[in-house]
Nanobody, 132 residues
Framework: QARLVESGGGLEQPGGSLRLSCGAH????????VAWFRQAPGQEREVVSC????????YYADSVKGRFTISRDSRKGLVYLQMFSLKTEDTAVYYC?????????????????????????WGQGTQVTVSS
């Protein structure tokens, strides 16, 4: 069964940094667009970032632009989310996700709106807590 695995979360002070990693079993992330989502208690899940199967094609939520960087290590089949200048508002469980089928884009345009893909495969999540 295909599954994703996140790691790298933890406790950091405001202004600190963390690097999250996303790996996969039974599928090769190099063939998929990969998105990072997060969900804080009592809040709706939101997309944080996404990287396509093409180098340099990335998406960032406005709330993390300039602070987070998504990248791939294709040789290792991993996707990273490097987080700098962490804020308390970044506290959440972070998940990585892919679509069911490979080769799709990060963003879709439908019904007059552009949105991130609907995740099919998900990891268990990794907790990021930013607190002083």
């Amino acid at each position: 069964q295909a599954r994703l695995v996140e790691s790298g979360g933890g406790l950091e002070q405001p202004g600190g940094s963390l690097r999250l990693s996303c790996g996969a079993h039974a599928l090769n992330l190099d063939y998929y667009a990969v998105a990072w989502f997060r969900q804080a208690p009592g809040q709706e899940r939101e997309v944080v970032s996404c990287i396509s199967t093409r180098d340099g094609d990335t998406y960032y939520a406005d709330s993390v632009k300039g602070r987070f960087t998504i990248s791939r290590d294709s040789r290792k089949g991993l996707v990273y989310l490097q987080m700098f200048s962490l804020k308390t508002e970044d506290t959440a469980v972070y998940y990585c996700s892919t679509e069911k089928e490979p080769g799709g884009p990060c963003l879709y345009y439908s019904g007059g709106r552009t949105s991130i893909f609907d995740g099919y495969y998900w990891g268990q999540g990794t907790q990021v807590t930013v607190s002083s």
